[in-house]
């Protein structure tokens, strides 16, 4: 194992305390067992490809430390200040990082599968390409990190702090991340299948050719976010807040958009065939040449809605409120609009 001091460190501290590590996790746990008192001193040190596996570095000031390609498998790192530490390719494997600092870190392809980060502090560690499944960040700060192309599926990412993090091309399939904060988030071309995501915060988050088929959105808050070319077939919106949302040749078909607020939104062009739109707020929606085909839009609220040219065959509009909204060239063949209050004035050049 190679392992060496920084200048700028303690030496006299710094050298027994490498030396112990360079014995063996054993010796050293041994160690930290009769010297509690003691809070081990690896500030900058060299441990590139070093193997800690089943370390105990709880409470280890390991700030700017080389662990290159490091095996830190099993390791206790609770809360370690490991910031600005350089973990590129470590093997973190059901490591605990418990309330660890690792705050502008670098850990670009480390194996953190399984670890547990609850609390941690991440904000602006470099994680791009990272495998994160089946971790446990609950409660983690995360904002302004880089997870592009990371895999976080089956992670529990329940209320932590995403905002500003770059998560485009990420693996999220299955992940549970209620509660958690991804205001302006980057998420395009992410992977969501599966995902829990009731209660999210995405305002203003970019979630352009995003997947969340099957998705559970529940009163998760989307305003202002970007949905263009997205997949949320059969997903669970019911209660969401859409306003200002864009949805542009967004797959919503099948999806439950029930009591969501989508006021100001466009979605044009977008797929929301067999949707359950009930109740659901669409004022000022541009639904320009959308597909309704058989949606359930009963009691919804259609004020100054846009539906020119949309597919409303055997829509269900029954006492929905249809005030000042424009039907030119719409197809309403089929549609039910019993108890329904239709301004007149949009009715020309109806199809059906």
Not at 17 to 30: E, F, P, V
Not at 139 to 147: E, F, I, R, V, Y
Not at 220 to 246: C, F, K, P, V
Not at 276 to 300: F, G, K, M
Request: aromatic share 4%; hydrophobic share 40%.
């Amino acid at each position: 194992m190679r392992a060496t001091c920084r200048r700028g460190s303690d030496p006299m501290t710094d050298r027994h305390q490498l030396k112990l590590l360079k014995k063996g996790s054993r010796a050293w746990n041994t160690w930290r067992a009769k010297h509690l008192e003691k809070r081990p001193n690896l500030n900058g040190a060299i441990l590139r490809e070093a193997d800690l596996d089943g370390t105990d570095l709880s409470e280890a000031n390991l700030f700017q430390a080389n662990l290159i390609r490091a095996s830190l498998s099993g390791a206790i790192l609770r809360g370690a200040n490991l910031r600005g530490a350089d973990l590129s390719e470590a093997n973190l494997f059901q490591a605990n990082l418990i309330r660890a600092s690792l705050s502008g870190a670098i850990l670009r392809g480390a194996n953190l599968r399984g670890a547990d980060g609850y609390g941690a502090d991440l904000t602006w560690a470099n994680l791009s390409g990272a495998t994160l499944s089946e971790a446990t960040f609950r409660g983690t700060d995360l904002s302004g990190a880089n997870l592009s192309r990371a895999n976080l599926s089956s992670a529990d990412l329940v209320g932590s702090n995403l905002r500003g993090a770059d998560l485009s091309g990420a693996d999220l399939n299955r992940a549970d991340l209620r509660e958690a904060n991804l205001y302006s988030a980057t998420l395009n071309r992410a992977t969501l299948r599966g995902a829990v995501l009731r209660g999210v915060n995405f305002n203003r988050a970019d979630l352009g050719e995003v997947t969340l088929r099957g998705a559970d959105l529940r009163k998760a808050t989307l305003r202002g976010a970007t949905l263009n070319g997205s997949i949320l077939r059969e997903a669970n919106l019911s209660g969401a807040d859409l306003r200002w949302a864009q949805c542009i040749k967004t797959a919503l078909n099948d999806s439950d958009l029930s009591c969501a607020d989508l006021k100001g939104a466009t979605l044009s062009g977008a797929d929301l065939s067999g949707a359950n739109l009930s109740r659901a707020d669409l004022s000022i929606v541009c639904l320009r040449e959308a597909d309704l085909y058989l949606t359930q839009l009963s009691e919804a609220i259609l004020v100054g809605t846009d539906l020119s040219g949309a597919d409303l065959r055997g829509a269900n509009f029954i006492r929905a409120t249809l005030s000042g909204i424009n039907l030119r060239g719409a197809d309403l063949r089929g549609a039910n609009l019993n108890g329904t209050l239709l301004d007149k004035n949009a009715l020309p050049d109806l199809q059906g």
